[in-house]
């Protein structure tokens, strides 16, 4: 059984999207990040597929889901999630005013229920000051999420923010 590891949170400044408060917002700080071929390698692991087999046919998957994606299709990977095509741009008051130069094409996640599960089992901590000491030397590249750029609608919609905002953040 793999050892479950807790997950890191820090507090970062952040402007509450309805009132425009300034105030903080939780971030979780990654324990580093897991190569492609690393998972390859994993998920090749107790079968008769060896690493380059399992790496061949994620990119296989990878190519066919990008083939249906660009056609306007929703893309279901089963157990990995799915993916869905989306569209963002400025807001218009006519269908005159709208134009496509505009829009900015993008893909929304939607995890599976087996991967959501996966990281609801998770502990919580508070990010200690090595953390933080660490985040800032790979010039925040432990961080999961941007403070300053918000997520997209529609994205992740299994997961929420994290924030129920009941007081009771369940962080030790």
């Given at each position: 059984m793999a050892k479950i590891l807790s997950l890191k949170v820090r507090k970062v400044k952040s402007i509450n999207p309805k009132t425009k408060e300034e105030g903080l917002a939780p971030r979780v700080v990654s324990n580093g990040k897991s190569a492609f071929e690393?998972?390859?390698?994993?998920?090749?692991?107790?079968?008769t597929a060896n690493e380059a087999e399992v790496e061949m046919m994620g990119k296989l998957i990878l190519q066919a889901a990008s083939r249906q994606l660009q056609n306007g299709y929703i893309v279901d990977l089963g157990p990995l999630g799915t993916l869905y095509p989306s569209v963002t741009g400025k807001?218009?008051?006519k269908a005159d005013d709208m134009q496509k130069s505009d829009l900015t094409l993008k893909v929304n996640?939607?995890?599976?229920?087996?991967i959501a599960a996966a990281i609801q089992g998770a502990k919580l901590a508070w990010?200690?000051?090595?953390?933080?000491?660490?985040?800032?030397?790979?010039?925040?590249?432990?961080?999961?999420s941007d403070p300053e750029e918000p997520e997209p609608s529609g994205s992740g919609d299994n997961g929420g923010?994290?924030?129920?905002?009941?007081?009771?953040d369940g962080i030790e």
């Open positions: 690393d998972i390859c390698y994993l998920a090749g692991l107790n079968t807001w218009a008051k996640y939607r995890p599976s229920d087996e990010a200690s000051a090595e953390d933080e000491k660490k985040e800032q030397e790979n010039g925040g590249a432990n961080t999961t923010d994290g924030d129920d905002n009941d007081g009771n």
